[in-house]
């Protein structure tokens, strides 16, 4: 892969600024309304998108997290571009993960219209199950889900890949559009939660992009205007 050619002003040290006191990976309660998945659940999704039988071409796209901290073992990666949707902090509001009732914070997800450039996993043939069920128990750990599986078709090189990735529900409640990357950028500038912050949940998903050879302008944008933030918070003095 490439090296990165581009200097983020969003840095490890801009990250260090914003950390919980304690990180937590275990799954909380489910917020009201919603109740935690359970294997049969798990079992019942990967039957209705893949049936009984193991294949040796099971992909997951991945766009966000997934990039710099897959859910589980793959045996091939190969960078993809998505039609028809597009990569967008617009699922929230955050306030357990990476976020506070304070200070909540907005997540990625796919949402629909123009493309995304990201990663493609294979699922290793004789781990198929296992593997989607480590997926699932963390991106689907309470139901409904607010960002449901689906399968897309992903271009990469000269192949078109069907691959499951992870779009969200509009009418889920937890859709949020409109904001100005400003608007963003004070959000992710700020919000922490038990598994970390969102400045280091954006610098890392941009930095393993840049990795890739995966420039998303409006990440980079991001990057940018949240550094700015933390500096004119923590660093006035320098």
Known sequence: ???????MRLTPRHVAYLQPETVVEALPPPPEGMTEATLADHHETIARFFGPDASDETWIFAYGSLIWKPACDYVEIRTGLLHGWHRAFCLGWNNRFRGSDETPGLMLALDRGGACKGALYRLPPNKRDESLIKLFEREMGWKPTAFPPRMVNV???????????FCIDRNSGRYISGLSEAEIADVLAKAVGSRGSMAEYLFSTVEHLEQMGLHDPHLWRLQNLVAERIEAVYETDR
């Open 155 to 165: 271009r990469s090189g000269d192949r078109t890949i069907r691959a499951l990735t």
């Open 1 to 7: 892969m490439p090296d990165t050619k581009r200097l």
